[in-house]
């Protein structure tokens, strides 16, 4: 049995200054001994299919601002199960509409410096640890409201995800043979960041914080403190 961290989207280089010490905290202070982050850990905005930010850099200049917050969260956890999301997989999705093979390009371990003990699991890949599945969230009830929870009913069984930045919090439901949760894990993005200024059209915000999953029967949602973001 578990007691597991779970990591929102960062989106590097877009993710909030103070995250790494706010999961760090959360890590010590519930006495988890995993971690998983749900996915998007990079954002890739300069090949993503939004509209580019005028004024931004190259990807390479992107690329190297990324690695530097995603070394954060390698010094704080060094053994990660990392859920690669719609953004992460930018690389092999841009290079598929091209024709390529994705034996050409480097693995995202590679592209952003991934130390061995992180375990890079392929997109739309369902973890699942003590009977729950983690998942990145972009797929089965996506972006509706309770997306988790609407998930775990039609899967019977215990859900976290993220990719729905607006969305945190846990929803439990039973049947007649068990108990089961949905579990929305909000993000871990500064929405000030030029890199997210494509999600400034959206009237619902991101919610920043993380999840923390017990033996996989508690679940819970642990908002970053608002004093923390308006410092």
């Not at 597991?4 to 999961?23: E, K, N, Q």
Request: hydrophobic share 35%; net charge negative; proline share 5%.
């Amino acid at each position: 049995m578990s007691r597991v961290l779970v990591i929102g989207d960062t989106h590097c280089p877009a993710m909030f200054d103070g995250y790494p010490s706010f999961l760090e905290e959360m890590y010590e202070q519930w006495g988890c001994d995993r971690v998983v982050h749900i996915g998007d850990l990079v954002d890739f905005h300069a090949i993503s299919y939004h509209q580019t930010q005028f004024g931004l850099e190259s990807i390479e200049h992107e690329l190297e601002e990324a690695r530097t917050q995603v070394s954060l969260l390698t010094d704080s956890f060094k053994k990660v199960d990392y859920l690669i999301g719609n953004h992460s997989a930018l690389p092999t999705r841009q290079a598929a509409d091209a024709g390529l093979p994705p034996s050409m390009l480097k693995s995202l371990s590679d592209m952003v410096g991934l130390p061995k003990g992180w375990t890079v699991h392929p997109r739309h890949h369902d973890l699942v640890i003590d009977d729950v599945i983690y998942r990145h969230g972009d797929k089965g009830r996506s972006n509706q409201q309770n997306a988790a929870y609407l998930n775990a009913q039609i899967e019977f069984r215990s859900v976290v995800q993220g990719h729905y930045h607006a969305q945190a919090g846990v929803v439990y439901g039973a049947n007649h043979l068990t108990r089961f949760f949905g579990l929305q894990v909000g993000c871990g993005t500064d929405p000030r960041s030029p890199y997210m200024e494509y999600s400034k059209i959206y009237s619902k915000r991101p919610i920043l914080g993380c999840g923390i999953v017990l033996d996989g029967e508690y679940a819970t949602f642990e908002p970053l403190p608002l004093e923390l973001y308006r410092s």
